[in-house]
């Protein structure tokens, strides 16, 4: 029996993208892309998934095959009692936790972080600001068990994780080859875009080294899905006379460059809504 394993916790329905797992990518579902990633770690990989959204995930028995793979289904509502039922289901001592939106799992990176883990009995394990995509849990299973039963519905487990692991956590620094700005998270459709770009570029067997190399030479590409670092709105209800001025503010701001402006107007019944619309014309 293992002492470790992959779980990918998955769900079919998103409110971002349509079918999120099964979304095509370089002709395979996002899904397999990240089994086949997971499954060249050596360990062994289990899906687990809403018993009601099971059916959508059948077709990987088939894909996978006489591989260290399981699918498992249990609780529709609660991820960290379908995870918890799921690693107690293989065994594990420990399990590498991975959300279905992140393929670029790496296999380098995975050994450091669970070896850094294990090797100190710690509760949690993490990399330190990994770059959006690449992101990994390393959790003794016994924490997960416990936290599984003293919170409902949770959604974001690794807070639940926290609270009950009473050991210092584990949070290695990423290694210099893989820093990087670029975004490889799969979670609006300008992201499915992008990666689909770069899978037909380089195929669909390139490691996360080239992949930021390639961003690196071809950063219109990583322009695709690239998300401002801040937001400025303005809302107006009836503000024909201050909405310009307001405006202007914005567009002669120097202190940063790298952000999104959105006006939103309130049913006005003068002329902010076509002011708006001239700036946005502009």
């Known amino acids: 029996m293992e002492r470790i394993g992959i779980v990918i916790l998955s769900r079919v329905f998103s409110d971002r993208v349509h079918k999120k797992p099964l979304s095509d990518i370089n002709g395979k579902s996002l899904i397999e892309h990240l089994v086949i990633r997971c499954l060249a770690t050596g360990l062994p990989v289990c899906v687990a998934v809403p ?10 028995l088939a894909v996978f095959s006489g591989q260290m793979f399981t699918l498992f289904c249990g609780d529709e509502k609660n991820p960290l009692k379908r995870m918890a039922d799921a690693i107690s289901l293989n065994g594990w001592e420990y399990a590498i936790r991975v959300s279905h939106d992140k393929i670029f799992l790496e296999k380098s990176l995975v050994s450091m972080v669970v070896s850094a883990t294990m090797g100190s009995n710690s509760d949690y394990g993490i990399l330190k600001n990994p770059m959006d995509g690449i992101h990994f849990e390393v959790i003794k299973s016994d924490v997960i068990r416990e936290a599984s039963k003293n919170y409902d519905s949770v959604e974001h487990i690794t807070y639940a994780v926290k609270l009950i692991s009473k050991k210092e956590i584990i949070e290695l620094p990423v290694p210099t080859e893989f820093h990087s ?41 990583s322009k695709i899905n690239r998300r401002p670092i801040i937001t400025v709105y303005t809302c107006g209800y009836n503000a024909e006379k201050w909405i310009s001025k307001a405006m202007g503010s914005i567009s002669m701001q120097q202190n ?22 001239k700036s946005v014309s502009y």
């Open 51 to 60: 018993e009601n959204e099971y059916e959508h995930y059948t077709f990987l």
């Open 181 to 221: 700005d670029h975004r490889l998270l799969i979670d609006y459709p300008n992201d499915l875009k992008m990666i689909n770009l770069v899978m037909k570029s380089l195929g669909n067997d390139t490691t996360l080294s080239e992949v930021l190399s390639f961003l690196d030479q071809h950063y219109w590409v």
């Open 256 to 277: 940063f460059s790298n952000f999104e402006y959105i006006l939103i107007d309130d049913a006005s019944r003068d002329a902010t809504p076509a002011i708006m619309q």
